[in-house]
């Protein structure tokens, strides 16, 4: 496995692979991986001929009080999973590599970006779709691998590659939880053990709401009652959103069917963890 800390070093070795005919599957991540990541990793063993994973934490997709600073990092752990999910190539610029001085342009995907976190995080997503397009023209990959617990990602990133024509098949994979129901995330490290505990309110929520319309409730108001009761009767949590939407184009609904998404964050002490669930996917 092969650690790439420079732009140009990882360019040309994509352009090589390129001409050699080499199918090029990439994970875009900010490291500190776990058992999420590695689904994507593996199912990225399957879909190329060379597997790349970038490691980035991305300054510009943090606004000015949130956890860049403290952002968990894991470098030697985070190889280690690679090596196991059998990583071609490590990406890991640095951010004066990635926005050198007088870096100056960026990227917005418009409507798509305003409501759920980008409402909560104003620019979040602009610094997510400039990096991403960024890291797609160095590694130019022929499919790129997210994860669907950051749905409003995913959709943006579908976006923004459609609309800009670029040559990369984006592949969804499915939300991967702990045990206990917690989707998996790198921001779960900074729960105390008694918050830990309270952030299963989030995933109880999402099985309420799927058994509710299973069952036949598909009035939106109705289901979000149901679960916006179960989160506040934790004392640690304080809903930021939770909200049904289409799940093409973001926009509220007030009658769910098998296509809605719903989306909820919700703070647990300092720390904001988001959840979703498509009401009409298999469980």
Known sequence: MKIIRSITEMQQTALTLKREGRRIAFVPTMGFLHEGHASLLREGRKRGDVLVLSIFVNPIQFGPTEDLERYPRDMEGDCAIARDCGVDSVFTPTAAEMYPAGFQTSIRVNELAMPLCGASRPGHFDGVATVVS?????????????????????????????????????????????????AMSSRNAYLSPPERQSALCLSRAVRTVRERYATGEHTADTLL????????????????????????????????TDTTLMALAVKIGATRLIDNTLLGDEP
């Open 225 to 256: 009652a149901s679960a916006r009761e179960l989160i506040l009767a934790e004392p640690a949590a304080v809903i930021d959103y939770l909200e049904l939407r289409n799940a093409d184009t973001l926009e509220p609904v007030a009658t769910a």
């Open 134 to 182: 960024k890291l797609f023209n160095i590694v130019l990959p022929d499919a790129a691998l997210f994860g669907k617990k950051d749905f409003q990602q995913l959709a943006i990133i579908r976006r923004m590659t459609s609309d800009l024509a670029l040559p990369v098949e984006i592949i969804g994979m499915p939300i991967v939880r702990e045990a206990d129901g917690l």
